[in-house]
């Protein structure tokens, strides 16, 4: 056989996974047989779910299920094409109407990941000569948005605005002719803390920059509303683009952005990622209409999720895991070493648990963690059940530090 082209050489040589799966602590890829929410089911075992974005629990809403359904039928499996060309459906339009009224903004406009979204808009806006600032903890898809454009990036230090403004003045006078675009997530998608946005929106308006707010985690879950972080704030007229995914809140798959009509279309227009890629099949479209109708006419499911949240923070916080400073439903425990993190990941798998293994760089150096996220269809009997196999195993593993331990009020309960 033919010797493999050098360029392959990394490939030959990564055994790193093969290793772990021998070990039995290889935690990536499982391959669910089956998902209901709360509960689903790995090696025909069930397990308790507290490793999705599924916030509202509205992947299994009836009403949800339906419209899928009824999509699928009456537009079949795909559009089969871009929006710029076949691709754009009536229903692609009226999702957007319905969105753009919802956050208040002019315009929105939709595509067909998350991912695609932010590579999409920050690309398109941002050039040669324009700089973006982007939070250290920002998701992947911000990073990535960056080095497609080709504007220079600044990384300021998480969730410092210090740190922020002093980049900014560093590039100021006049020399700089460009424009500046501040991209920032609203709820810190690892370790769930929320964006200091009034201090974000205060340093942009004294600095003539945009404002691109990545609220993948906050809609449905932040503000009175569930309109996200902005309205958590009372700021939502004070960010330029506020960005969402379907894949959490919304139950289904997609992403979209919020803003002023000649944006928008601008975007529209000049998005690679948009114009040379397919479109939202219909059957997610349908999905995501009906969970913004519930998500509006429904806020006892907020409310749930809220309470759940509030229940795990505090017994987390009380027996003495490390729960960073999360102050929403995804609440870390952070634990250090990659080995122990996946050693505990293993066990709580074991003990018919499934929480993600989360580790650098997707976290800081030793602040490897397992990452807990809650639904509102969490009921009391699934909590208990996970807070029980957790201490036993924090006690049992030495990652709950006795000296911790406190009856703390939990910081979980910024919208009740
Ligand atoms: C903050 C954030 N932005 C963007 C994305 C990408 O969204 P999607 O999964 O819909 O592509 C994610 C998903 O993990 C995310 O957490």
Not at 304 to 319: G, I, P, Q, S
Not at 353 to 366: E, L, Q
Request: hydrophobic share 40%; with cysteine.
């Amino acid at each position: 056989m033919q010797e493999p082209p050098p360029l392959l050489d990394k490939c030959l040589g990564f055994t790193r996974h093969r290793e772990l799966m021998e070990e039995g602590i290889y935690p990536y890829f499982q391959p669910f047989e089956e998902s209901y929410g709360p509960v689903a089911r790995l090696d025909g075992r069930e397990i308790i779910m507290v490793g999705s974005n599924n916030y509202l629990g509205l992947t299994h809403h009836p009403k949800v299920k339906e419209a899928a359904v009824a999509a699928l039928k009456r537009f079949g499996t795909s559009c089969s094409g871009s929006r710029f060309l076949n691709g754009t459906l009536r229903v692609h339009e009226e999702l957007e109407r319905k969105l753009a009224r919802f956050m208040g903004k002019e315009s929105a406009l939709v595509f067909s990941t998350g991912f695609q979204t932010n590579l999409a808009v920050i690309s398109s806006l941002a050039g040669k000569g324009d700089i973006v600032y982007c939070d250290r903890d920002n998701h992947a898809s911000l990073i990535d948005g960056c080095r497609l454009s080709f504007a220079t990036t600044k990384k300021f230090k998480h969730n410092s605005m210090s740190d922020l403004e002093n980049l900014i003045e560093n590039h100021s006078g006049n020399h700089f002719t460009g424009g500046r675009l501040i991209a920032v997530d609203g709820i810190f998608s690892m370790v769930g803390d929320i964006l200091d946005l009034p201090g974000i929106v205060s340093l942009a308006k004294r600095h003539d920059a945009c404002i691109l707010l990545d609220d993948a985690h906050s809609l449905g879950v932040l503000g009175k509303g569930g309109r996200g972080t902005a309205e958590h704030f009372g700021l939502m007229d004070q960010v330029d683009i506020i960005m969402g995914t379907f894949s959490k809140s919304f139950a289904s798959l997609g992403g979209f952005i919020a803003g002023e009509r000649a944006v928008i279309e601008y975007i529209q227009h000049h998005s690679r990622p948009l114009i040379f890629s397919a479109s939202m099949p219909p059957a997610c479209v349908a999905t995501v209409i009906t969970a913004l109708d519930l998500i509006q006419k429904e806020p006892e499911m907020r409310e749930k999720l809220w309470k759940n949240t509030r229940r795990m923070k505090r017994e987390f916080d009380r027996m003495g895991f490390d729960t960073g400073n999360s102050e929403t439903p995804v609440i870390p425990l952070i634990i250090g070493s990659r080995e122990e993190t996946f050693l505990f990941w293993r066990k709580l798998l074991d003990h018919g648990i499934y929480a993600n293994a989360v580790t650098s760089p997707a976290v800081p150096p030793n602040m490897d963690l397992i990452r807990t996220s809650y639904m509102a269809t969490h009921e009391d009997h699934h909590l208990d059940r996970v807070l029980e196999v957790f201490e036993k195993l924090g006690r049992e593993y030495a990652i709950i530090d006795p000296s911790r331990a406190h009856p703390v009020t939990s910081r979980a309960a910024p919208d009740s």
